[in-house]
Nanobody
Framework: QVQLLESGGGSVQSGGSLKLTCRRS????????LGWFRQGPGKEREGVAV???????TYSDSVKGRFTISRGDDKGTLYLQMTNVKPEDTAMYFC????????????????WGQGTQVTVSS
């Protein structure tokens, strides 16, 4: 059973930066898609950023230019560098892995982490 563990969340002021990390307990093949998703208070879960096997990336319009998704050298560790954060970025952030992806959707034997909370104050 693949397990994903997010870390790096916390409280930050508007305009600040934060880096999230997602580590997996078992090997995720280098050709799997990895992504970050978030769910804010009273909102549905939404895709934030996805990276495919070829390091192609997709971002939501709300974070484009501010967030950067990347994979570690081992291909199984995932990062989300968040800069110029805004109060509307406040949410529980989840990482996910799956065999395939299209845009901000990951599917095929997908796995999810438990989430890490990010709170941005104005």
């Amino acid at each position: 059973q693949v397990q994903l563990l997010e870390s790096g969340g916390g409280s930050v002021q508007s305009g600040g930066s934060l880096k999230l990390t997602c580590r997996r307990s078992e090997y995720i093949y280098s050709d799997w898609c990895l992504g970050w998703f978030r769910q804010g208070p009273g909102k549905e879960r939404e895709g934030v950023a996805v990276i495919d096997a070829y390091s192609g990336t997709t971002y939501s319009d709300s974070v484009k230019g501010r967030f950067t998704i990347s994979r570690g050298d081992d291909k199984g560790t995932l990062y989300l560098q968040m800069t110029n954060v805004k109060p509307e970025d406040t949410a529980m952030y989840f990482c996910a892995a799956g065999r395939w992806c299209r845009g901000l959707v990951i599917y095929g034997d997908e796995y999810w982490g438990q989430g890490t909370q990010v709170t941005v104050s104005s």
